[in-house]
């Protein structure tokens, strides 16, 4: 079982940029592929990006391309956010959650998640 703790989130204006990471402890990190999901109120959770385990592949919802860049450092254990260029409709609290279904080529759908982070903050201030 990985445990996944999310930092970086704040209050921020439109037009700035956050990053956040992801760090996990438990075994066998770099065999998960990662996502950050977000929830909104009111709204449900959905995945807004992806990184399979190797890298190979991410995954970006329309919403953030261009925008939003995923990462991962296996050695680290951490898997990063960037945000840029923020806007208030991303204002939401961000989840870290890894997926333990191993695809070489593509990101596992949202509803292939396994373990979660608790989830930090972000607000964009128009």
């Known amino acids: 079982q990985v445990q996944l703790v999310e930092s970086g989130g704040g209050l921020v204006q439109a037009g700035d940029s956050l990053r956040l990471s992801c760090a996990a402890s438990g075994p066998a990190f770099s065999s998960y592929a990662m996502g950050w999901f977000r929830q909104a109120p009111g709204k449900e959770r959905k995945l807004v990006t992806g990184?399979?385990?190797?890298?190979?592949?991410?995954y970006y919802a329309d919403s953030v391309k261009g925008r939003f860049t995923i990462s991962r450092d296996n050695a680290r254990n951490t898997v990063f956010l960037q945000m840029d260029n923020l806007k208030p409709e991303d204002t939401a609290v961000y989840y870290c959650?890894?997926?333990?279904?191993?695809?070489?080529?593509?990101?596992?759908?949202?509803?292939?998640?396994?373990?979660w982070g608790q989830g930090t903050q972000v607000t964009v201030s128009s």
């Open positions: 990184i399979t385990w190797s890298s190979r592949s991410t």
């Open positions: 959650a890894a997926s333990a279904h191993q695809y070489s080529n593509y990101v596992p759908p949202q509803n292939e998640y396994d373990y």
